[in-house]
C-alpha cells in the first residue's frame, strides 16, 4: 500500500508496524484465537477486529509496541475497556470468551 491510497489523502502503514501486526496476530492464532478482520487506517494504522458472540474487540495497531484495544461485551459479562493492551492481556481474555461462547 502507498501513500495516497483513499482519494489520495490516507497514509500507508510502516512497514514496521505492518511486520509488528502481523507477529502480533500470528502469535494469537498459534495460541488458537480466530483470525480477525484485517483493515488499513487512513491515518496509517492497522485494524484488527472480530465481532463474535456478542463481543466486539478492535485492536489498533498505531506502530510498533503501540496497541490500542477496544472491548465491549454486550452481554455486561466482561468489563468495557479502552486503552493500551501491549501485554494483550484484555484481548486474550475477550478472544478466549469469544470462544467458549460459540
Keep these: 500500500?502507498?501513500?495516497?491510497?483513499?482519494?489520495?489523502?490516507?497514509?500507508?502503514?510502516?512497514?514496521?508496524?505492518?511486520?509488528?501486526?502481523?507477529?502480533?496476530?500470528?502469535?494469537?492464532?498459534?495460541?488458537?484465537?480466530?483470525?480477525?478482520?484485517?483493515?488499513?487506517?487512513?491515518?496509517?494504522?492497522?485494524?484488527a477486529h472480530w465481532h463474535r458472540s456478542g463481543i466486539d474487540i478492535e485492536l489498533i495497531f498505531e506502530g510498533p509496541y503501540d496497541i490500542v484495544a477496544i472491548i465491549d461485551d454486550s452481554h455486561g459479562e466482561i468489563e468495557s475497556f479502552?486503552?493500551?493492551?501491549?501485554?494483550?492481556?484484555?484481548?486474550?481474555e475477550a478472544l478466549a470468551e469469544q470462544i467458549k461462547r460459540k
Design 1 to 47: 500500500m502507498q501513500h495516497g491510497w483513499n482519494l489520495g489523502i490516507a497514509c500507508a502503514p510502516s512497514s514496521h508496524t505492518v511486520q509488528f501486526a502481523a507477529k502480533i496476530l500470528g502469535g494469537l492464532a498459534a495460541r488458537g484465537m480466530p483470525a480477525p478482520i484485517v483493515n488499513p487506517s487512513a491515518d496509517g494504522a492497522i485494524y
Design 82 to 92: 479502552d486503552g493500551d493492551d501491549v501485554s494483550l492481556l484484555r484481548t486474550s
